[in-house]
């Protein structure tokens, strides 16, 4: 349920906190006291999309919380996939701030989340109903969904069947397109294909080439130096070796009197043996240096030939170019492979369509056994809203299959006795669509989970005895969830089983709205407003009582 609603700064809302009870809660005030600032504080809480003009003037923030307690376990889930922590013993905190200057923060108990993540939860919490969705129900894909959520028809099989088919109708689509553009593409592949293949390309093409190419370039000076230095380590009369060799003579000759120069003199004959070897490795690579012309101009083109691939296909390795031409080789298979691809494609759409139709078949029938059921309920409930004589229908008719199926769904309505029943849409006026909207409602809300419901003015355009209706409805719609009720109707308002009044104030120049809850007089002056305007005699006073007591006894 929800349990509070705290509002800061919101157009002409000051401050308010609305604690909210079980059952009915009723909400009644003049127009413009701000019962639709209390409507689109809660929207906000729910998801909706926030304006910084909303924000009083003079604040640099509005601020509103809800606190939803007992809250469904599927909310559970909806934070576990948005990382927030689980609800503790089934409470739930949601508050928006909505800076003056634009953007906005989101908490939900008290960690930052995004408005979808509001959305997701506000679809498993409540369901608003304003004054403009009276047309919705009018609309085809709401009356379907109706249906669909009465008969809590499963629509598993053929949404996957229905998925399958347009995966394999989309992918035929494609392989289908235009022929000139098709043949352009397999040309355009396989020339890539062929000109990747011609190279001969290695991953040596990316490290070893361009060492190579260097080497190769300056093999002359390179096989100088080279030579120069092995000569000075090792093979010149005064190279580093010979010195070496002198050294460790000279320190034998002591070693006989200072025994520390034998160490010196066999570390000297190791770095000697070292010094050698490096010779002889530095000769040994020079001279298997190629200096000739003809391999360098090999690696020159070489190199030209890679270098240039990269350039052209925007590929910054050797590696690539090969992923490249392997993705190229691949998708050129597909389409030589074409026209077997698109008959083996062809006959799986076949199949797939006698699926969906099969799919389709069983959903059409369990939206018929569920259609004469919400017609029959629906019915009812309209007898107890004053249309004593009216009959409710739900047409099925056929249709080719889209996403939803294949069915049209249509309400029927007969008003009066003796009329056939024709589309909603072509005889219901304002104040009929309304009531039938909150039969539909009243029977609906009976096989959802969702906890809590809102109507905002849901008896527009109705009173008397058929406002006493609607409010037997909400109350009756209450005993299985929690409803808060906008109303205008005295005899809708005194079934409330919480009664909260919004008015407002000017002082300073400023307007404030505030929220109080009423309780015994009080709420017959409220009920007296209502049915008097400021004529507040005894006898509108002594009216007002009277629905009040009416409204406590069920009939």
């Known amino acids: 349920m929800l349990a509070r609603l705290s509002v800061r700064n919101l157009a002409i809302v000051e401050t308010a906190d609305v604690e909210f009870g079980d059952g009915l809660n009723v909400v009644t005030g003049e127009t413009g006291a701000g019962k639709s600032v209390l409507m689109g504080a809660l929207e906000l809480v729910l998801g909706a999309r926030a304006d910084a003009s909303a924000v009083r003037d003079g604040a640099k923030d509005a601020r509103i919380e809800a606190e939803f307690r007992d809250v469904p376990k599927s909310v559970d889930a909806v934070l576990d996939e948005a990382g927030l922590p689980p609800c503790e013993e089934g409470a739930l905190i949601v508050r928006r701030v909505i800076g003056a200057s634009g953007g906005g923060r989101v908490y939900v108990n008290d960690s930052a989340t995004t408005v979808q993540t ?269 249309f004593l004589k009216a009959g409710f229908g739900v047409a099925l008719s056929a249709r080719e299959p889209d996403s939803s199926g294949c069915d049209v769904v249509d309400f029927q309505f007969a008003p009066n006795p003796g009329e056939p029943s024709r589309p909603l849409r072509e005889i219901a006026s304002t104040g009929e669509i309304a009531r039938v909207m909150l039969a539909v409602k009243a029977v609906v809300a009976a096989h959802d989970e969702i906890p809590v419901l809102v109507f905002d003015e849901i008896d527009s355009n109705i009173g008397g005895e058929v406002g006493r209706a609607v409010g037997e409805r909400l109350r009756s719609v209450a005993q299985h969830h929690q409803v808060v009720a906008i109303t205008h109707l005295p005899q809708s308002a005194v079934y409330g089983e919480r009664h909260l009044a919004v008015s407002k104030t000017v002082s300073g120049g400023r307007t404030r709205s505030t929220v109080r809850v009423l309780e015994g007089d009080e709420r017959v002056d409220e009920i007296a407003r209502m049915l008097g305007g400021a004529s507040l005699t005894s006898v509108v006073e002594r009216h007002a009582r009277e629905l009040i007591s009416m409204a406590a006894v069920p009939r």
């Not at 009356?143 to 998925?163: E, M, N, P, T």
């Not at 199949?351 to 389709?360: I, L, M, S, T, Y």
């Open 118 to 386: 509001l959305r997701a939860l506000g679809r498993l919490l409540v369901d608003v109903h304003g004054p403009n969705d009276h047309q919705s129900l009018l609309d085809e894909n709401f009356q379907r969904g109706v249906l669909d959520a009465y008969g809590r028809i499963d629509h598993a099989s053929y949404d996957a069947a229905w998925k399958r088919l347009s995966e394999l109708k989309g992918e035929l689509a494609a392989l289908q397109g235009d022929s000139s553009d098709f043949a352009e593409e397999v040309e355009r592949l396989r020339y890539s294909v062929d000109e990747l293949n011609a190279a001969n390309l290695t991953s040596e093409d990316d490290d070893d080439l361009p060492a190579r190419h260097a080497a190769a370039a300056h093999a002359a000076e390179i096989l100088e130096c080279a030579n120069a230095a092995a000569g000075l380590l090792s093979e010149a009369d005064e190279s580093a070796a010979s010195a070496l060799i002198a050294a460790s003579a000279r320190l034998r000759e002591i070693a006989r009197f200072h025994e520390p120069a034998a160490e010196w003199s066999e570390e000297i004959e190791r770095i000697t043996v070292q010094v050698q070897e490096l010779a002889s490795g530095i000769a040994e690579s020079a001279s298997r240096l190629d200096a000739d012309p003809e391999t360098l101009q090999a690696l020159d083109e070489r190199l030209s030939l890679v270098q240039r691939l990269k350039r052209k296909y925007n590929c910054p390795t050797a590696a690539a170019l090969l992923e490249l031409r392997d993705a190229r080789a691949a998708r050129l298979a597909d389409l030589e492979g074409r026209e077997d691809r698109i008959a083996e494609l062809s006959a799986k759409v076949a199949d797939a369509e006698k699926a969906v139709g099969a799919a389709g078949k069983s959903l059409s029938a369990a939206r018929a056994r569920a259609a004469e059921r919400l017609a029959k309920s629906i019915t009812k409930e309209l007898h107890g809203l004053g």
